[in-house]
């Protein structure tokens, strides 16, 4: 036997051109046979030389590396840096604490990226698993990975394509191609080759392409590409150049984050140098001779493990696990409400989003066509799912409705599997569903012969026998089916067709198809025995029965979405390929039309990026669009400053999807490459979802830039307190293990509960913050300094003027008040935060249940370290009386007060000044 032959470099060569030539043309390039396929062994070497049937996979990420990428922050290497310096100094406790602190930020990185890549792994169902091909003469049914050029494939109405395809059979095959050319309706498909040789994709209507399905018919094909080869692998190879988008909240905490190291190392050198001052000066010799004096540089080293003690309290250490906590609970929530996302920065984005760019079919609609007016003769009705047939004026015959809806059934070609399915085109699939719901004893005729539809003729016809006679039933668009009906059968009767009669049913179905309704005219004619069943015999001196009016209703759920949408300040705009009646007749159905204007994908070709980027903030609806479209619009609204979130589904769809700040993909008939190139996967495919996605991203955002303010001010009440008592003493008032004992309770769990907040009832509200607007602003920046301010004085004021006062006082009882007043008061501090305009004694305050288990358990280590005696010995502390505590506790109301005073004042001013910027 002679060495086998791939035809790999052939299908390579020639990938342009194979709908170009006649199929038997393409068997024999192939090397293969149309009857037998190809053999066992043929098939087994060009497995092995071509390779498996797959997309080329992105290389999964290693666990240690998916680990290791938790800690790529510059705050997090200060503080590494930082706990480097405290080993070297011998503060092994306050070592381990924030290393502790950095493992468990790690670890809910890494659980929390690893669970979203497995719940996508979930949705990858895009590939056919099961292909029937033939082998040796004979038919079997294999993995699709394990097809090769040349295999002869069989299709039937439900499988999807597993391979590129020269057809070699097509028996009334429509392929669906909306994954790669964006059309909603099934293609035809014919075994005549497309003399064009460079025709576009969606015009090869001699080819099938992986990753399509079979909406109704059968075919054969000979597999001309696999894998990468496939049109399919061509479109996610293009994506490999396309760079993923950095969120805002990661810029910010990056910025953030450089900011406070900064600020921070310059402090705590300060401090060092202070410290060392106070020790020379309480020296008092030369400076040559001090450094030559154990005491002296005792004294420098202590100043050293000060200022590393004030870095690193000053250092909000636990933002990183704060910030990965919050952010995996909304991934959570949002999961549990169908939407998977797979970063977990990309919950921020979402909540920062101005504009979404939504799909129609599927996403604003049930992508259900349903039945939902007939025109039964001249009599209208609506049909609904509460209530049934609703009559507009009259009610239709029985007689004729019953025949009209038999019809419908009967010159059909869906049908249902034996599991109770129904396969089909999704026009045919309604309107048997129409007919088996308004009439459910009605009878499907046995088809003796037909004329198939045809694209030119716009109708199809079925010949049945009823009763000994002949009858012959056609459908197809209303002005083509008119033209061919002589008769009417009006309210039972048959009279001849009136052009007054005609003119009637012609408006009637043209208000129909203004409405958005996709409309099918029915027709009968019963035949002489033995007449010519040619369609031009056939389909003439019909009668006219009836119209039916399809469309895809929008869901139940969209219209409050869009609604809050548009109270939440959130632009929405429908990109769909649909017609642009339909696509007007959806959008005012659901409150998204506010002008006429519906901009096509033929307007769009002809405008340049400079006026498609004037005039896209202010369209709402584009139709007949195909992908390529797509990524000019989220291009024009990027350059008006917008964030961008973009839905789709199709190979095509990947680059724009990629491009937006937010790419949505659709998980139940979403693309393998569409979901790789997407921020989040929509596993119920409803646009919803997406707006509870972005409350939810506006929730977390809140929370984190509560958690952000909550610990800068504290850290800077430390940092002050640090400052003046180091100035004013020859050491700090408080020591470096106490500075990180106060980072543990006030930046652990208090922070923690503020992190995950329950969202505000009206965050719905307002408008989308600005992007671009900095978490640290300059009010916010006044905010931290002020608050700490407050707080360091009302502490300093207990320390040196209360204390000294009150009996039983030593130094270290002194000290110790200071450390329960500081954090006492940063845990009524953190209660502040909750609202912006509410009163933190309002019993909105107390409503996080976390944030008050939170001050119970952080008050009651703060107290293990005061009265246990083994924490008195490491931590330098002194147990304290009533009296002790009622002064702290005063102190502590005292800044509160001041603060909250302070916040009502603000927002008060705010209200007046911008009422629709108050929260």
């Known amino acids: 036997m002679s060495k086998p032959h791939s035809p790999t470099a052939v299908v390579r060569d020639d990938v342009a051109c194979w709908h170009a030539l006649d199929a038997a043309q393409v068997v024999e390039r192939l090397r293969s046979d149309a009857e037998r396929g190809l053999s066992a062994e043929e098939a087994q070497a060009r497995l092995i030389a071509d390779g498996p049937n797959l997309l080329d996979q992105k290389p999964k990420t290693p666990a240690w590396k998916l680990f290791l990428s938790q800690y790529n922050d510059f705050m997090i290497y200060v503080l590494l840096v930082a706990v480097g310096i405290s080993a070297f100094e011998g503060q092994v406790p306050e070592s381990v604490a924030i290393l502790a602190i950095l493992l468990l930020n790690g670890v809910l990185g890494f659980v929390q990226e690893y669970r979203a890549e497995k719940a996508l792994d979930a949705l990858q169902q895009l590939s056919a698993p099961i292909a029937t091909v033939i082998r040796d003469g004979a038919e079997s049914d294999i993995p699709a990975e394990q097809l090769v050029a040349g295999d002869v494939v069989l299709l039937e109405a439900g499988d999807k394509v597993p391979a590129d395809g020269r057809l070699i059979e097509a028996a009334a095959l429509r392929v669906v191609e909306?994954?790669?050319?964006?059309?909603?309706?099934?293609?035809?498909?014919?075994?005549?080759?497309?003399?064009?040789?460079?025709?576009?994709?969606?015009?090869?209507?001699?080819?099938?392409?992986?990753?399509?399905?079979?909406?109704?018919?059968?075919?054969?094909?000979?597999?001309?590409?696999?894998?990468?080869?496939?049109?399919?692998?061509?479109?996610?190879?293009?994506?490999?150049?396309?760079?993923?988008?950095?969120?805002?909240?990661?810029?910010?905490?990056?910025?953030?984050?450089?900011?406070?190291?900064?600020?921070?190392?310059?402090?705590?050198?300060?401090?060092?140098?202070?410290?060392?001052?106070?020790?020379?000066?309480?020296?008092?010799?030369?400076?040559?001779?001090?450094?030559?004096?154990?005491?002296?540089?005792?004294?420098?080293?202590?100043?050293?493990?000060?200022?590393?003690?004030?870095?690193?309290?000053?250092?909000?250490?636990?933002?990183?696990?704060?910030?990965?906590?919050?952010?995996?609970?909304?991934?959570?929530?949002?999961?549990?409400?169908?939407?998977?996302?797979?970063?977990?920065?990309?919950?921020?984005?979402?909540?920062?989003?101005?504009?979404?760019?939504?799909?129609?079919?599927?996403?604003?609609?049930?992508?259900?066509?349903?039945?939902?007016?007939?025109?039964?003769?001249?009599?209208?009705?609506?049909?609904?799912?509460?209530?049934?047939?609703?009559?507009?004026?009259?009610?239709?015959?029985?007689?004729?409705?019953?025949?009209?809806?038999?019809?419908?059934?009967?010159?059909?070609?869906?049908?249902?599997?034996?599991?109770?399915?129904?396969?089909?085109?999704?026009?045919?699939?309604?309107?048997?569903?129409?007919?088996?719901n308004l009439a459910p004893g009605h009878v499907r005729l046995k088809r003796i012969s037909e004329v198939p539809f045809d694209s030119e003729r716009k109708r199809m016809t079925t010949i049945h026998r009823v009763?000994?006679?002949?009858?012959?039933?056609?459908?197809?668009?209303?002005?083509?089916?008119?033209?061919?009906?002589?008769?009417?059968?009006?309210?039972?009767?048959?009279?001849?067709?009136?052009?007054?009669?005609?003119?009637?049913?012609?408006?009637?179905?043209?208000?129909?198809?203004?409405?958005?309704?996709?409309?099918?005219?029915?027709?009968?004619?019963?035949?002489?025995?033995?007449?010519?069943?040619?369609?031009?015999?056939?389909?003439?001196?019909?009668?006219?029965?009836?119209?039916?009016?399809?469309?895809?209703p929008p869901r139940e759920e969209v219209r409050d979405a869009i609604t809050e949408c548009h109270r939440a300040g959130i632009h929405v705009a429908m990109v769909t390929g649909d017609?642009?009646?339909?696509?007007?007749?959806?959008?005012?159905?659901?409150?998204?039309?506010?002008?006429?204007?519906?901009?096509?994908?033929?307007?769009?070709?002809?405008?340049?990026?400079?006026?498609?980027?004037?005039?896209?903030?202010?369209?709402?609806?584009?139709?007949?669009?195909?992908?390529?479209?797509?990524?000019?619009?989220?291009?024009?609204?990027?350059?008006?400053?917008?964030?961008?979130?973009?839905?789709?589904?199709?190979?095509?769809?990947?680059?724009?999807?990629?491009?937006?700040?937010?790419?949505?993909?659709?998980?139940?008939?979403?693309?393998?490459?569409?979901?790789?190139?997407?921020?989040?996967?929509?596993?119920?495919?409803?646009?919803?979802?997406i707006v509870h996605a972005v409350e939810q991203g506006r929730v977390v955002f809140d929370n984190l830039r509560k958690v952000i303010l909550f610990l800068l001010s504290c850290n800077m009440s430390e940092v002050l307190v640090v400052f003046v008592t180091a100035f004013f003493s020859p050491t700090a008032a408080l020591l470096p293990l106490q500075l990180l004992w106060i980072n543990l309770v006030t930046d652990g769990l208090p922070a923690l509960a503020l992190g995950v907040d329950p969202g505000d009832s009206g965050v719905m509200d307002r408008t989308p913050r600005v992007a671009e607007e900095s978490i640290l602003s300059g009010p916010r920046q006044i905010q931290i300094l002020w608050q700490g301010v407050v707080m360091t004085l009302s502490c300093l004021v207990l320390y040196y003027l209360v204390a000294p006062l009150l009996p039983g006082m030593t130094p270290n009882v002194d000290r110790t008040m200071l450390f329960a007043a500081l954090v006492l008061t940063q845990l009524l501090h953190a209660f502040s935060f909750r609202s912006e305009t509410r009163s933190v004694w309002s019993t909105n305050s107390f409503a996080n249940r976390w944030l008050v288990i939170g001050l119970i358990g952080s008050m009651a280590l703060q107290c293990v370290v005061i009265y246990l005696p083994a924490a008195q010995s490491v931590f330098k502390t002194a147990s304290l009386s009533p009296i002790h505590w009622l002064a702290v506790v005063a102190a502590a109301l005292v800044a509160i007060g001041i603060l909250d005073a302070t916040k009502l004042l603000v927002s008060r001013l705010a209200l007046s000044a911008s009422p629709s910027d108050a929260r």
């Not at 310059?266 to 030369?286: D, K, L, T």
């Not at 995996?328 to 760019?357: D, N, P, Q, W, Y």
């Not at 199709?650 to 790789?676: C, F, Q, S, W, Y």
């Open 178 to 436: 909306s994954a790669l050319t964006g059309e909603s309706n099934p293609a035809r498909k014919q075994e005549a080759p497309v003399t064009e040789s460079d025709a576009p994709l969606g015009d090869r209507r001699d080819m099938v392409f992986a990753g399509t399905s079979v909406a109704v018919g059968r075919g054969r094909m000979v597999v001309t590409g696999t894998g990468q080869s496939t049109e399919m692998g061509k479109i996610a190879d293009l994506l490999a150049a396309t760079e993923d988008e950095t969120t805002p909240l990661q810029k910010e905490l990056s910025t953030v984050g450089k900011r406070i190291a900064i600020i921070v190392l310059a402090i705590a050198a300060i401090v060092f140098f202070e410290e060392a001052w106070v020790v020379w000066r309480h020296m008092g010799g030369s400076l040559l001779d001090d450094l030559g004096n154990p005491a002296f540089r005792a004294g420098l080293s202590a100043g050293l493990l000060v200022a590393v003690s004030l870095a690193v309290a000053a250092i909000p250490e636990g933002l990183p696990a704060i910030v990965t906590v919050s952010l995996s609970l909304g991934v959570r929530k949002m999961a549990e409400r169908h939407a998977i996302v797979r970063k977990l920065h990309a919950v921020e984005t979402l909540g920062s989003t101005t504009f979404i760019c939504s799909d129609k079919t599927g996403t604003l609609t049930k992508n259900e066509m349903t039945v939902n007016r007939l025109l039964v003769g001249l009599d209208g009705a609506r049909v609904t799912a509460e209530r049934g047939l609703e009559p507009a004026e009259r009610v239709p015959d029985a007689s004729d409705l019953s025949l009209l809806l038999e019809m419908a059934a009967t010159n059909n070609d869906a049908r249902t599997t034996a599991a109770g399915e129904l396969v089909g085109d999704p026009t045919e699939t309604a309107l048997l569903v129409a007919a088996q």
């Open 467 to 552: 009763d000994g006679a002949t009858i012959a039933y056609t459908k197809g668009g209303a002005d083509v089916v008119l033209t061919l009906c002589t008769k009417a059968r009006l309210r039972g009767e048959v009279v001849p067709l009136s052009d007054e009669t005609r003119e009637a049913i012609s408006a009637a179905n043209s208000e129909l198809a203004g409405s958005g309704y996709r409309t099918l005219a029915f027709a009968m004619r019963e035949l002489e025995t033995g007449a010519s069943e040619e369609s031009a015999e056939v389909e003439r001196d019909l009668t006219y029965v009836g119209i039916l009016g399809l469309v895809d």
């Open 579 to 689: 017609h642009a009646l339909t696509a007007r007749a959806i959008a005012a159905d659901i409150g998204l039309l506010d002008t006429d204007r519906v901009v096509t994908g033929q307007e769009l070709e002809v405008m340049s990026d400079d006026e498609l980027a004037e005039q896209v903030r202010d369209i709402r609806v584009y139709a007949r669009v195909n992908p390529e479209h797509k990524l000019r619009i989220v291009d024009a609204l990027k350059r008006n400053g917008e964030v961008v979130a973009m839905t789709g589904d199709g190979v095509n769809d990947a680059p724009a999807l990629k491009r937006a700040d937010i790419g949505i993909a659709m998980g139940k008939v979403g693309t393998d490459v569409a979901r790789e190139a997407a921020d989040m996967v929509l596993s119920d495919d409803n646009f919803a979802t």
